[in-house]
């Protein structure tokens, strides 16, 4: 394939790739997993981030696979240069084996110190075949990209074996590697994102109940609630009527758990509520630490009281 038929189908890709990430934001009232027909499904196609959907392994010289499928087109230089003997080889498995159906591309772009040999094979599982077929094998290749069209079969893997260079050193760069494949496999295995009519967020729920609501496991660095919810303040003002602890101790056997705290029933049934619960254990806080402040008094008070009592006892 020449320059001029490549760069078209290059460019088309990315483009598709582009409307794939704007679809994510203007998309409402559905699930957003693009299907067969959704340009949003090259974007898996693309290899994209395959280092992260799929098991990719590497033999022979070192290279950022991170850097290689971050879709950023940035060059990766490979450790050392690749021989015949120990090839840079890249191997992708674990793909959804979609039949090509004789309409799929693959191939590579670089930037400088291009691969000038190399050879591209595909694992065919259809109907049972299960061996590794020849894609391409080029020597003496001069150009910063090569793309050719894949045979027609399903393949669950994929492998790239780059045996020289044009570096000064033998050494080779990698920009991005591609599989495109015109199925449009499915870009996403589950649930990605939805944005329902209501301004409801759902990630991992097609159902979402709240303005954000996740199907599994936040990590964050800092969660900051703002909040209406009066801050329990008040206990410390003169006025308060603390609670007696004869009357805490008699509502606790009774209910198994503190006044004004929500049941473990409850809890199971409505969830959480970050906010109102922290603010209820400050209270509680508050209050038993009043409690041991009235505590302390009355245990000093009763301190000069058996100091006065001794006195009195020694004197006589």
Known sequence: MNQLTLRPIVCFAMFLHCLSQVSLNAQTSSVIIPSNISTGSLEKNLLFYANKRYQVTRQGPNIALDVLFDG???PTESSTAPTSAQPLEILVENLPPQHTQQGAWIGWSSRNWIPTSFKIEGYNVYNG????VTV???TNHSQRHYMVKMPGGSFSKLRFSFYTASGTDGRMQLSQLFYIHPEAVQSYDGVMVKYDASGN???????PQAK????GNILAKE??????????????ESGYELPALTDIEAYVKENKHLPEIPSAKDIEKDGLDLAEMNLLLLKKVEELTLHLI???KNERLQDERIERLERQLGNR
């Open 136 to 138: 391409a094998n080029v």
């Open 72 to 74: 950023r087109f940035q």
């Open 212 to 215: 954000l609501a996740v199907n």
């Open 223 to 236: 969660v900051k609630v703002k909040t209406d919810i009066t801050v329990p303040d008040y206990v410390f």
């Open 201 to 207: 967020v759902g990630i991992g729920t097609a159902t």
């Open 129 to 132: 075949v299960n061996q590794w």
């Open 294 to 296: 009235e505590k302390e």
